[in-house]
């Protein structure tokens, strides 16, 4: 079976997980009676630190719902360039609540209140569109695993609230976030208005993401999950998956770390730039490098003519890492 590193969305249930799946008892999420999900809700709001919970199937629905929340129709929001909200969600943000948008530039993602502020418009006046909301991403996939700076952060909310701006986090990898840096989960989401976690990336469920706010914001976004076609039924066998996952799951994060730098190591680049589990490498030819790889078993994301992505995850074992780290020495960069 070949070495998945494209992604850590392709990891599949584990047996404790699929058992726990099958015990879960459920009800019609839509009537708000599916009491696994109800459960998963409370619990994810509980750890981040806010009033209400409210489970998506996808995380781009949760940061969606959670960017139509804060943003009306015409109004701007801003984030890095390579956000996960601007580049891989489709032009959602426009097409489903006619959000306009712009990004600051920044190495790695990396936050920098600095750019951020330059861009913001708070009040535009009557001939350009204002800004309404700051989105920010921790970790940062497109930056290659980046763990935003707690400073930063904290200026970028300081600078939203004496502006009126809201501040929407897409946390997506929010719990590797919180395993590199040691940084409690309540820390990271405190001072955002909306946060969207998600349950199957590294924490290894296969459906789903919750989006946490105000008991008011989220009362408001399960009507527009609906309207979104993201009103599910029978789900809490799904939900219970997540919540095995919170249980079991996250303090392991900190292996695929390690399996990282490893990786990095192997395709020439330095491991102490690695601060969770996703490697970018240069190569000559991104094509090539990805088909010799899974030629020998390893499978690679291509992301761009010459640049290269891989992921640790809960399916990617030591002995795994070990092979894949010979056969990628192996091919010419």
């Not at 959602?92 to 861009?119: C, K, M, N």
């Not at 930056?143 to 609230?161: C, D, H, I, L």
């Not at 998600?198 to 999950?225: F, H, M, N, T, Y």
């Amino acid at each position: 079976m070949p070495i998945d590193l494209r992604s850590d969305t392709v990891t599949r249930p584990t047996a404790a997980m699929r058992a726990a799946m099958l015990d879960a008892e459920v009800g019609d999420d839509v009537y708000g009676e599916d009491p696994e999900v109800n459960a998963l809700e409370a619990e994810v709001a509980d750890l981040l630190g806010f009033e209400a919970g409210l489970y998506a199937p996808s995380g781009s629905m949760a940061n969606q719902l959670g960017l139509r929340m804060l943003v009306a129709p015409g109004q701007e929001l801003v984030c890095d360039v390579q956000a996960h909200v601007a580049r891989a969600e489709l032009g959602a943000a426009a097409v489903f609540s006619g959000i306009t948008t712009r990004t600051w530039a920044t190495p790695y993602g990396r936050l920098d209140h600095r750019a951020v502020e330059q861009i913001a418009e708070p009040d535009a006046g009557s001939y350009m569109v204002s800004t309404a909301a700051i989105a920010i991403e921790n970790t940062h996939n497109f930056g290659g695993g980046t763990v935003q700076p707690q400073s930063e952060v904290r200026a970028v909310q300081e600078y939203a609230r004496t502006n009126g701006l809201a501040v929407h986090l897409d946390g997506a990898r929010l719990w590797n976030a919180h395993v590199a840096s040691g940084t409690p989960l309540r820390e990271l989401a405190a001072g955002f208005d909306t946060v969207s976690v998600c349950l199957s990336k590294g924490l290894g469920a296969p459906v789903g993401s919750v989006l946490v706010a105000s008991q008011e914001r989220i009362d408001a976004a399960r009507i527009w999950r609906k309207r979104y076609g993201g009103g599910m039924r029978q789900v809490g066998m799904l939900a219970a998956a997540g919540r095995y996952a919170l249980r079991n799951h996250v303090d392991r994060l900190a292996e695929d770390h390690v399996n990282a730098r490893l990786l990095a190591a192997a395709v020439g680049v330095d491991p102490a730039t690695v601060e969770s589990n996703i490697v970018f490498a240069d190569v000559s030819d991104a094509a090539r490098f990805a088909h010799e790889a899974e030629a020998q078993g390893v499978r690679v994301m291509q992301s761009g003519r010459t640049r290269i992505r891989m992921v640790t995850h809960l399916d990617a074992t030591g002995d795994d890492i070990t092979r894949a780290v010979d056969v990628l020495r192996g091919i010419q960069r």
